[in-house]
């Protein structure tokens, strides 16, 4: 079997608190390392399944779709949008984005505010709260000046005035802001001291694409746009579940397989280093660990890990286990190395 491992943020930021991640710095250090274009995730991903040639290319990822076909809807031929629910906080001169990791957001809550604020989209858009934290407009109509935007969670506290959309839909999203200053839900939020949610966040504009392919059996993730890329290419998908132990029960004993941890990003896009080591503490214990373990055992024959943002790939197999002249070396001296 060889599993490949698409973990963004693993390298992160200096400054993470010193932590033991045996597996993870000899996987790195004996592995034979490939160089890409950078790329986020989306990006990534897109790229994997056939959708551009290249993160170079500037082919968007029509995330809106792909999270519809995720979530069992029939995309059909139509525009979609994500427009997930944000918190936009007004600095002295600028407006920063805390995208839905920073703050938790109930079913109800999610469906109370989607409800408020379809009455303003009727002819245009039709809305549909998915999950709290990703939510979808799908255009009733063609035309309108395209969107080009990244994802709430790569600007995390950034200044959005370069990353709003066109012009021409401004009118719109003031509409919606207004209708969400004003709902209880908010007002609720805002005597419990929590950050309400006075914005959606348009990215990932476009029609499902042409079936979507790619060399893997199955995928395991979470993430929607990675689920709805399977589901396009007709491959076997599912959760990761708890981790590798339970993962591998599941497996076959061959083929090549994908598994998208993207556990790290929020932490990272939030700044919270603390929970970042959390993270990847637990990505140690509950995937790397178990997974080399796996590998010097022979269950699995080849394991490689993707960091996306990095442009960079470590494939190992079992034989470059035994390559003990290359030393492990702590991830933050690695990550030091690639800033």
Same mark, same amino acid.
Not at 75 to 93: I, K, T
Not at 95 to 105: D, G, H, I, K, W
Not at 154 to 159: F, R
């Given at each position: 079997?060889?599993?490949? =491992?698409?973990?963004?943020?693993?390298?992160?930021?200096?400054?993470?608190?010193?932590?033991?991640?045996?597996?993870?710095?000899?996987?790195?250090?004996?592995?034979?390392?490939?160089?890409?274009?950078?790329?986020? +995730?989306?990006?990534?991903?897109?790229?994997?399944?056939g959708l551009a040639?290249?993160?170079?290319?500037?082919?968007?990822?029509?995330?809106?779709?792909?999270?519809?076909?995720?979530?069992? =809807?029939?995309?059909?031929?139509?525009?979609?949008?994500?427009?997930?629910?944000?918190?936009?906080?007004?600095?002295?001169?600028?407006?920063?984005?805390?995208?839905?990791?920073?703050?938790? +957001?109930?079913?109800?809550?999610?469906?109370?505010?989607?409800?408020a604020l379809a009455?303003?989209?009727?002819?245009?858009?039709?809305?549909?709260? =998915?999950?709290?934290?990703?939510?979808?407009?799908?255009?009733?109509?063609?035309?309108?000046?395209?969107?080009?935007?990244?994802?709430?969670?790569?600007?995390?506290?950034?200044?959005?005035?370069?990353?709003?959309?066109?012009?021409?839909?401004?009118?719109?999203?003031?509409?919606?802001?207004?209708? +969400?200053y004003e709902h209880?839900?908010?007002?609720?939020?805002?005597?419990?001291?929590?950050?309400?949610?006075?914005?959606?966040?348009?990215?990932?504009?476009?029609? +499902?694409?042409?079936?979507?392919?790619?060399?893997?059996?199955?995928?395991?993730?979470?993430?929607?746009?990675?689920?709805?890329?399977?589901?396009?290419?007709?491959?076997?998908?599912?959760?990761?579940?708890?981790?590798?132990?339970?993962?591998?029960?599941?497996?076959?004993?061959?083929?090549?397989?994908?598994?998208?941890?993207?556990?790290?990003?929020?932490?990272?896009?939030?700044?919270?280093?603390?929970?970042?080591?959390?993270?990847?503490?637990?990505?140690?214990?509950?995937?790397?660990?178990?997974?080399?373990?796996?590998?010097?055992?022979?269950?699995?024959?080849?394991?490689?890990?993707?960091?996306?943002?990095?442009?960079?790939?470590?494939?190992?197999?079992?034989?470059?286990?035994?390559?003990?002249?290359?030393?492990?070396?702590?991830?933050?001296?690695?990550?030091?190395?690639?800033?």
């Amino acid at each position: 079997m060889h599993l490949e =491992l698409v973990v963004p943020a693993l390298f992160p930021a200096q400054g993470l608190p010193p932590a033991s991640l045996p597996a993870l710095e000899l996987l790195l250090a004996r592995g034979r390392r490939s160089e890409a274009a950078a790329a986020d +995730l989306e990006t990534w991903l897109a790229c994997a399944f056939g959708l551009a040639k290249s993160p170079r290319e500037t082919v968007p990822v029509p995330a809106g779709a792909l999270t519809a076909l995720a979530h069992g =809807l029939d995309p059909g031929a139509y525009e979609w949008l994500r427009a997930d629910p944000v918190h936009l906080r007004a600095e002295r001169d600028h407006v920063l984005l805390v995208p839905s990791p920073a703050f938790a +957001l109930s079913a109800e809550e999610a469906q109370a505010l989607a409800l408020a604020l379809a009455p303003l989209l009727v002819g245009r858009f039709e809305l549909h709260a =998915l999950r709290p934290d990703q939510w979808c407009l799908r255009l009733e109509a063609e035309g309108g000046e395209a969107i080009v935007a990244q994802p709430p969670i790569t600007l995390a506290g950034a200044n959005i005035d370069p990353h709003l959309p066109p012009k021409a839909w401004h009118p719109l999203l003031t509409e919606l802001q207004m209708a +969400l200053y004003e709902h209880p839900v908010n007002t609720t939020r805002e005597r419990r001291g929590e950050p309400v949610i006075n914005s959606l966040w348009l990215w990932g504009a476009g029609k +499902l694409p042409p079936a979507a392919s790619g060399p893997w059996q199955s995928l395991s993730a979470n993430d929607a746009v990675a689920t709805g890329l399977a589901r396009s290419a007709g491959m076997r998908h599912r959760t990761p579940g708890a981790g590798a132990a339970e993962w591998l029960e599941r497996a076959p004993e061959d083929g090549r397989h994908l598994l998208v941890l993207d556990e790290l990003r929020g932490a990272q896009a939030l700044g919270d280093l603390d929970a970042l080591a959390l993270r990847l503490r637990e990505i140690e214990e509950r995937w790397l660990a178990p997974l080399l373990a796996a590998l010097k055992a022979g269950r699995v024959g080849m394991l490689t890990i993707h960091v996306p943002e990095a442009a960079a790939s470590f494939e190992t197999a079992r034989g470059d286990l035994r390559r003990f002249w290359r030393r492990p070396r702590p991830l933050a001296e690695y990550a030091i190395t690639q800033a």
